[in-house]
């Protein structure tokens, strides 16, 4: 049934003005709903403030006597996109081959390796350094440290001596420049000194630190170090990012010296700290570009610039806000909240924080053009980090960017796709040379120099080649959630067809039944017991392997429908579409087989659960097919019998597979397993160590509970708990460019409003309800609970 709904024209149009002047936005909830605030200093790194502008970012301790702020920029690498390209040939891959069909598991294993792997060139992100500022402070007392996620800034204040002091730290997009004031009510003024250094770099030829003036450091260098294999030590070489950072003082009154790595500060009551930085890799002169940044804010004082970055980073923060009740708790500091859930209380309020978090974290370590959040996002304290805080393409790098479109920051992908262009160039290659295919491939692992092909130490961990083909669901998801037909045409379009040519390439007949199969395979870092009762991980056409197939060439087609296209090569798709196994297979035991088979498993509860891929983030399972649903419910809960979901980033994956089964009970159970397990003090992940993809997921995964709209129609809150009775969420994004308001009461639906920019016709599903709804461009639609309710 068709519904017009011209009674609500009416009512909506009286509120036209009112969402577009106010939109439904944080701003509706207390200031206190975006703040995280602590009673105590940091302890330790994971316990410190992140602030970012998507380039250039920090994390703040809040220490009153020894204050450390850890620096980072987001391309400071080591070595150069010149560092190899293919290394195995078509002769190599033949061979390969043989052995899997012939059952020699084992020897294609260590075959993948020697042949293809370029082994131990994994390169670490590193951090740019430190500043440490040694306060003369006695008698701290009414201490607090805070960061507050809608004005992008962390403020440490206390009294010393009974005189209140503030340190205020942000990182500005619009002026490019970290920030950091110093203020204090004693008519005396404060003593203090401040430098810069690098952490196992203090002499190190490579980077130096002086002062050219007055009020001036300035730390310069270039990064030579990679982080090599997972378990191996550090290797120097002697090329890599260069960089200059420069700090630049400002105080009144007082005197200022500076000498070496050093700047002291005696009787100042105010000082403002610019810290500007940039690279090679950014800027061929880039001191010449540091000039330019610091000449912009010679007419600009602290206010100035304060009230700038906080409107360019509030125009997308408050585009979503969540409120879910709990708002008392927010008299007690955060770590206090956190050790409640711990120990088995509800906090409605801090999993809306924690969500909200999650934007705020992509806003801040990935912007248009900077380069994409990476394993640790912006944040990262080492030389050589915990898995080279590089990019992983087996669900972490695509895993920091699931909130993007339902979170409406879309264009905060941007970056995930310069980077993805980067590498379909230099996949072309390798899938030419190594493979001796046409279009584009990337393998499992990869840095800033977009390296596409195989870093693998074992068949089980780095040898899967379906990389390229997650990153290309990006595109097509970019485009269903913006409309965009000029991104569809111009990148997703081209990004989808590289790898759809390369897949075409590389299928293969299976001689048993005729049918299409990917060989060799992997499931990412699983393995399976072969006959002889042995670990092996090569085979013949895994789950996740055809399902991420089955999608490209899915998606390539569809792009090609919308874009009118219909040439040789759509046909030839669409035939090997049919004629491809199906990557959707139930065990004896009801279970989706991972492998072309039923294998025996080493690792029962293995933290991935690569062949749910179909569910989320792909659409293939939903709940259309009750068998493939059931089917999906007992491979996670087989994985969590034996203890899966052990790191952060996993257990947040089932958050949202559980969202997409539609079951709110264990989505919840799981949203409070991951507050309780997988966040440190700061709320940021615990893969251990910190891994930012956990944040991300965790945001989705609301997201996911709250509104779902891949299944061609709005599904409204579709795992709602019901300990969430009453609460609200706006400014959600579903496919389609529909931006969605969302408010219910004790567990029941109160009102929906739809914004589209353009006209469309669309269904909705509230529970069993389903009805049709029509759109007219920017004239939201309001909808009660009461219509939904009653109404088939």
């Not at 509120?15 to 439904?24: E, Q, T």
């Not at 450091?217 to 170090?225: A, C, D, S, V």
């Not at 992997?522 to 072969?530: I, K, Q």
């Not at 019998?641 to 996993?650: D, V």
Request: charged share 25%; aromatic share 10%.
């Amino acid at each position: 049934m068709k519904y017009h709904l011209h009674v609500f024209r009416f009512f909506a149009s009286l509120l036209v003005l009112l969402l577009s002047s106010i939109p439904a936005t944080a701003q509706s909830l207390p200031e206190n709903q975006h703040i995280l605030w602590y009673e105590s200093p940091a302890e330790s790194w994971d316990h410190a403030l992140p602030v970012g502008n998507g380039r250039l970012g920090a994390m703040v301790f809040g220490d009153p006597k020894n204050e450390r702020i850890q620096l980072n920029e987001d391309s400071l690498w080591p070595g150069g996109p010149d560092w190899g390209n293919s290394k195995g040939t078509p002769e190599d891959l033949a061979e390969l081959r043989k052995f899997i069909e012939t059952g020699q598991f084992h020897l294609a294993d260590s075959l993948i390796v020697e042949r293809f792997s370029y082994k131990g060139v994994a390169r670490s992100h590193q951090t740019m350094g430190d500043l440490f500022i040694e306060y003369k402070n006695d008698n701290i007392t009414d201490y607090r440290r805070e960061l507050n996620l809608e004005k992008a800034i962390t403020t440490t204040t206390y009294k010393a001596d009974g005189h209140k002091v503030s340190q205020e730290i942000f990182s500005s997009a619009p002026n490019d420049v970290l920030v950091v004031r110093i203020k204090t009510e004693n008519p005396e003024g404060m003593d203090f000194k401040l430098s810069l250094s690098r952490p196992k770099d203090q002499g190190h030829p490579t980077v130096k630190v002086s002062s050219p003036k007055q009020n001036m450091l300035k730390m310069e260098g270039m990064i030579t170090q990679y982080g090599g294999a997972r378990n191996s030590e550090p290797v120097e070489i002697d090329y890599g990012v260069s960089f200059e950072t420069i700090l630049k003082a400002e105080s009144t009154p007082g005197t200022v010296t500076s000498g070496g790595d050093t700047m002291t500060f005696e009787n100042v009551q105010e000082t403002t700290l610019y810290i500007v930085s940039s690279t090679s890799f950014y800027h061929d002169d880039y001191s010449r570009n540091n000039e330019k940044t610091l000449e912009n804010l010679d007419n600009k004082d602290f206010e100035k610039v304060f009230l700038e970055h906080t409107k360019d980073h509030k125009t997308y923060y408050n585009r979503t806000s969540i409120d879910l009740g709990h708002h008392e708790l927010n008299k007690l500091s955060t770590t206090e909240r956190l050790q409640r859930v711990k120990n088995g209380k509800k906090d409605r309020d801090l999993v809306a924080k924690l969500c909200q978090f999650g934007r705020y974290l992509l806003i801040s370590s990935s912007r248009p053009g900077t380069n994409p959040a990476n394993l640790q996002g912006l944040w990262n304290e080492h030389i050589q980090a915990p898995w080279n805080a590089d990019y992983h393409l087996n669900i972490n790098l695509q895993m920091n960017y699931w909130p993007a479109g339902p979170a409406n920051l879309s264009e905060f992908q941007e970056p995930l796709f310069d980077f993805t262009d980067r590498l379909i160039e230099r996949g072309k290659i390798l899938a030419r040379e190594q493979y001796g295919m046409s279009g584009t491939v990337a393998h499992q692992t990869t840095d800033l120099w977009a390296a596409p092909w195989m870093q693998a130490e074992t068949a089980y961990w780095g040898s899967w080649i379906h990389g390229g083909g997650w990153l290309a669901q990006h595109y097509w998801e970019h485009y269903r959630f913006t409309q965009d037909t000029t991104f569809l045409k111009e990148r997703a379009y081209p990004a989808l067809k590289a790898y759809a040519e390369f897949y075409s390439d590389w299928l293969t007949e299976d001689p048993r039944d005729g049918s299409l199969i990917s060989t060799p395979e992997t499931s990412p870092e699983n393995r399976y017991l072969a006959p002889d009762g042995e670990p092996a991980a090569l085979s013949r056409g895994t789950a996740m392997g055809h399902q991420i197939i089955t999608e490209v060439f899915d998606n390539t087609i569809e792009s090609a429908n919308i874009l009118g296209k219909s040439d040789e090569f759509i046909q030839k798709i669409k035939a090997q579409r049919a004629q491809l196994r199906p990557g959707l297979q139930i065990g004896a035991d009801g279970r989706l087989l991972e492998w072309d088979r039923e294998y025996e498993e080493p690792e029962k509860g293995h933290r991935h659960i690569s062949h749910l891929y179909a569910l989320h983030p792909g659409d293939d399972i939903t709940s259309q097919d009750p068998k493939l649903f059931e089917a999906a419910r007992k491979t996670i809960e087989h994985r969590l019998e034996h203890g899966g979901a052990g790191p952060g980033w996993s257990r947040a994956w089932v958050i949202n597979f559980y969202a997409r089964l539609l079951d709110a009970k264990a989505a919840k159970e799981h949203v409070n397993l991951f507050m309780q397990r997988s966040i440190y003090p700061n709320l940021l992940d615990i893969h251990p160590p910190f891994q930012i993809d956990g944040n991300f997921g965790f945001t989705a995964g609301i997201a996911e509970m709250l509104l779902q709209s891949h299944e061609g129609f709005l599904r409204i809150l579709p795992a709602l708990p019901e300990e969430w009775k009453t609460g609200s969420i706006k400014g959600l994004k579903a496919r389609g460019n529909i931006e969605v308001n969302i408010s219910w009461k004790e567990g029941k639906l109160q009102e929906l409003i739809l914004n589209s920019p353009e006209d469309q016709t669309i269904r909705i599903k509230y529970g069993e309800k389903e009805i049709r709804v029509e759109l007219k461009k920017n004239n939201p639609v309001i909808l009660t609970g009461e219509l939904l309710n009653g109404n088939k």
